[in-house]
């Protein structure tokens, strides 16, 4: 509480970093406690004396050196990205590592201020904290695209009895709860009484109690039972990034895609004639795969009749006469024939990884400055209007994601449109290419997150990744089969079935954490209102 100036601010970072180790996949949720009681006491000690407005900036900066530390610790593995083509982003490796945590720790300045407008003595601080933060981890995955990666609400989101309070309440509410419980130990050491130095982390302690309770008893005593007629066949070929996207890659590259589809998992299968589908991860190919008709008879060749093909591939539109071809990052089926069938396009862009942000386009190529994948002009993202569910012969309707899609809450299964809502999906569907990141908590955290919105959605995923984690996880967030990162091979695995009726989230969505939020600044305002001197 007594720290001022930058020994405030160092605090604040150490706090925040030591906190990113209750995050996958370490999930260490005794350190947000740490890292948000340090928080707590550091907004008690930020009122100057001097003025309100001088309180809530140095509130700011406190959050803001706190978010930066969080993010700097937990997103540090974004480095390897810049180290794939070293000769061409290395240079660039500090915006992402420090530059991009310490942009985002904004967001955190920004709900620390607005808790700080709550504060008061006592339990009432905690929800003013949970307000802040909730509000500012919800505007950070929506705002400016959105990069919701690592919202606190992961700290509880990762916990197969803890998170199935997310088939009501969606990560944002889990974000509300993990701050007001984590935080909450602040009161042991700053309380008036003993009991206001007790009840609050007591009821934090029921609280987290009786999610795990209720979690526990949502989860069936067996496994989900499976769709009838479905054998799935994930292929991980564990290529390397340097290696991928080489043109001259190519034949070699589409033999071991074959060779993996056909090999025999057991001493009692046959390899691809077991299964009704085979799945190959995002971007399989170093080439337009819809524009070559040899890779096509060869692909269609080694699928036997009535198995279906689902793989991520770059493809182009047909052009109008003098303009140039649109690139998309897709999800394309394929059945013997060949045949190709729907397509989806990727709705959600990485900004700088697969495309320039149209304000900064022209003045970045000026500089020979270009976007990771090497596309030229970059991708085109989907037509957000026209994002359907995906048709795949022999499967329920697929709700399609490719790569860090499936890291937005709500944005899973397509808005209804004039013409009514869209196939209830009886599946999530997530193409990614981790390699990037190679052996780090990046693809452990990408999974966690795609993880979640099986639970929120109540609906199975179906994960296939270049170099791992590939995964099958039930409708209740359980992961039935999977391949460990680094790792060359195959997945065979059944589809779970839906859950039967829709989650509270999936009808709701957001509502119910609004609600929650609400409640909270209610609380928060309460609270100050019976303490006429905080300040």
């Known amino acids: 509480m007594l720290s001022a100036g930058w020994h405030r601010l160092l605090l604040a970072y150490c706090a925040g970093a030591f906190g990113a180790l209750a995050m996958p996949p370490f999930g260490a949720l005794p350190a947000l406690a740490v890292a948000l009681a340090v928080a707590v006491w550091l907004l008690d000690g930020a009122a100057t004396g001097r003025s309100a407005w001088r309180t809530l900036r140095v509130a700011g900066l406190i959050g803001w050196a706190w978010g930066f530390g969080y993010l700097t610790a937990g997103l ?9 083509e070293a000769e061409d982003f290395a240079w660039a490796l500090p915006l992402g590592v ?3 945590p310490a942009v985002l720790g904004l967001f955190y300045g920004l709900g620390f201020a607005l808790a700080r407008l709550l504060w008061s003595p006592g339990a009432g ?16 995955g929506h705002l400016f695209t959105g990069f919701p990666w690592n919202s606190l609400g992961m700290a509880l989101g990762q916990n197969l009895w803890l998170m199935q309070s997310a088939a009501g309440i969606g990560l944002y509410g889990l974000t509300l709860l993990a701050v007001v419980i984590a935080a909450a130990p602040a009161t042991l050491a700053t309380g008036a009484t003993r009991s206001g130095r007790l009840v609050p982390t007591l009821a934090a302690g029921l609280v987290l109690a009786a999610m795990a309770v209720l979690g526990a008893a949502r989860l069936p005593a067996g496994p989900d039972a499976t769709v009838a007629g479905i054998r799935l066949r994930l292929v991980q070929p564990n290529l390397n990034q340097d290696a991928k996207f080489r043109p001259e890659n190519r034949a070699d590259i589409l033999d071991r895609y074959i060779e993996l589809s056909d090999r025999a998992a057991a001493p009692d299968r046959s390899g691809i004639a077991d299964v009704t589908h085979v799945i190959w991860p995002e971007s399989a190919f170093p080439f337009l795969i819809q524009r070559d008709p040899e890779a096509l008879a060869r692909i269609a060749a080694a699928l036997p009749p009535g198995t279906q093909l689902i793989t991520g591939a770059a493809r182009a539109d047909t052009p109008a006469e003098g303009e140039r071809p649109r690139f998309f990052n897709s999800i394309l089926t394929l059945a013997a024939g060949p045949k190709l069938g729907d397509v989806y396009d990727k709705v959600h862009l990485v900004p700088f990884g697969e495309y320039l942000p149209g304000p900064l386009d022209a003045t970045l190529r000026a500089l020979r400055i270009r976007q990771f994948v090497a596309i030229p002009g970059g991708f085109t993202a989907g037509d957000r209007a026209r994002q359907r569910i995906l048709s795949v012969p022999g499967l329920p309707p697929v709700a399609a994601t490719i790569c860090y899609e499936a890291i937005f809450p709500g944005a899973i299964v397509p808005e209804a449109t004039p013409s009514g809502p869209p196939p209830v999906p009886g599946l999530i569907l997530n193409l990614t290419n981790d390699a990037w990141f190679g052996d780090t908590p990046g693809p452990r955290q990408h999974l966690a997150q795609a993880r979640l919105r099986a639970v929120e959605e109540g609906l199975p995923l179906v994960r296939d990744a270049n170099t791992g984690i590939s995964a099958v996880v039930d409708a209740h967030g359980r992961i039935t089969a999977s391949l460990p990162v680094g790792v060359e091979g195959v997945l065979d695995a059944d589809l779970p079935v839906r859950l039967t009726q829709r989650t509270p989230y999936a009808r709701f969505g957001d509502a119910p954490f609004a609600l929650m939020l609400g409640l909270a600044f209610l609380g928060a305002l309460a609270a100050r209102r019976r303490s006429p001197g905080a300040a």
């Open 98 to 100: 420090i530059g991009l």
């Open 76 to 84: 540090w593995w974004l480095g390897s990205a810049f180290l794939v």
């Open 125 to 140: 601080r905690l929800l003013a904290l949970g307000f802040g933060l909730a509000t500012c981890e919800w505007l950070r």
